[in-house]
């Protein structure tokens, strides 16, 4: 007879290997398994280390707190050090800044006061530069109303003189005119 395919020489070496595997694994399981005793007695042990574990890090919370205490105050006191020494610095800075400020302004000043005379110097020169021209001015129109009255008083001589010359031309063509006649009636 035959089920589901197998012989029954097949079926029951399937079910003998089944049977072993399923007696070797229910040997596995309950070489696994511990007692009720056993399980009381690995769990007071499991306990106590966690217990001693506990005991372990309130110890070194307490002394890693302390450290730790101790580097944030060794920290803030660094801290301290460093701001002081910060506003040391900011305070040479500002003392050096407010001295060059100070330095400039001085320099600053000083070249405005220099500008300033040179700017009058320079006034005083264009004032004279001025007035020296001026004088040269009246002196050159003097001298022109000098020559223009020699020039004027020398055109009215000579004018004189044409006239006078002129006069004497005309008498004296008068008095050949006059003669002339005279010596036609004669």
């Known amino acids: 007879m035959s089920y589901l395919g197998f012989t029954t020489q097949q079926s029951e070496m399937i079910v003998s290997a089944l049977l072993k595997i399923m007696n070797t694994n229910m040997d596995l399981i309950y070489h696994d398994m ?8 690995s769990l007071q042990q499991v306990m106590s280390h966690i217990a001693s574990a ?13 450290s730790l205490r101790t580097e944030n105050e060794k ?20 003392a050096n800044n407010k001295l060059d400020f100070n330095l400039e302004k001085s320099r600053i000043k000083e ?24 004088r040269s001015l009246t002196q050159t129109k ?19 003189d044409s006239i ?14 006059s003669f002339s006649n005279k010596s036609y009636k004669l």
Do not use: P, W
């Open 34 to 41: 511990v007692s009720k005793v056993q399980q009381e007695i």
């Open 54 to 66: 506990k005991k372990d890090m309130i110890i070194l919370e307490k002394s890693e707190f302390s």
């Open 75 to 94: 920290l803030k006191s660094e801290l301290e050090q460093l701001k002081k020494q910060l506003t040391d610095e900011m305070i040479k800075v500002q």
């Open 111 to 134: 070249m405005f006061a220099d500008n300033v005379r040179k700017l009058l110097e320079l006034r005083t020169e264009i004032v004279e530069m001025h007035s020296q021209e001026d």
């Open 142 to 160: 003097r001298k022109i109303d000098t020559e223009v009255a020699g020039l004027k008083t020398m055109l009215e001589s000579h004018k004189l």
């Open 164 to 177: 006078k010359y002129l006069a004497g031309k005309f008498l004296f063509c008068l008095n050949l005119l």
